[in-house]
Each structure stands twice: as C-alpha cells, then as structure tokens.
C-alpha cells in the first residue's frame, strides 16, 4: 500500500514561515501529480498547490507569492514552504498524491493523515 506521511506543521505568528513535507512510501511505480490541501473549519477542502510530474506548479490565488511547493522524486518527498503566514492560512493541510502501484494499475489518488497549521498572535 501507498503510504504519506506528513510533518512540519505548527503555531506561528503572522507572518512566521513554516514548511511542510510529505513522504510517500510503500509500493510505487510512478507518481504524477503531487500537492498540498486545506480545510479550515466550516469551510470547504481546497487545492493549495500541486506541482506535476515535469515540474508545472499551481497555486491558489490566496497563497500565490507566499507558498512555494517543490519535490524531491528520489525520495517521493513533497514539500510546502509557506512564508509570510496569515491567520486565514489557518487549517489542516493535507498532501495528495496521485501515483501508480504498477503497470498493472491506474493512478489512484492518496492522501496524508494532515498537519496543522495554525497562525495566530
């Protein structure tokens, strides 16, 4: 099985930094896309950003300019560096990976377990 674990999450004031990662581990073939979500209470789960597999990256608009989301493929490692944090990037974030097990399967999305992410003075 696909595995993600996610770590990097914490308090911090705004404008603080943090960065996120998350390691998929198990069986993998091949991964496609990889990227970050959120979901802040009472509100609906939204795309971060995504990076593919030949490195375009996505952004919501509310983070553009702040968050940086890059990989390392030899360690199936996603990150999110978020800087300048404001109290409404408050939520938990989760990776998303959308990966094959093998040739015998399609790419199949999976998730990490979620980090906080709390921004408050």
């Known amino acids: 099985q696909v595995q993600l674990v996610e770590s990097g999450g914490g308090s911090v004031q705004p404008g603080g930094s943090l960065r996120l990662r998350c390691a998929a581990t198990?069986?993998?073939?091949?991964?496609?896309?990889m990227g970050w979500f959120r979901q802040a209470p009472g509100k609906q789960r939204e795309l971060v950003a995504a990076?593919?597999?030949?490195?375009?990256?996505n952004y919501a608009d509310s983070v553009k300019g702040r968050f940086t989301i890059s990989r390392d493929n030899a360690k199936n490692t996603v990150y999110l560096q978020m800087n300048r944090l404001k109290p409404e990037d408050t939520a938990v974030y989760y990776c998303?990976?959308?990966?094959?097990?093998?040739?015998?399967?399609?790419?199949?999305?999976?998730w990490g377990q979620g980090t906080q992410v709390t921004v408050s003075s």
């Open positions: 990076i593919t597999s030949t490195d375009t990256t």
């Open positions: 998303n990976v959308n990966a094959r097990r093998s040739l015998i399967f399609s790419y199949a999305d999976y």
């Open positions: 198990g069986s993998i073939f091949s991964i496609n896309t």
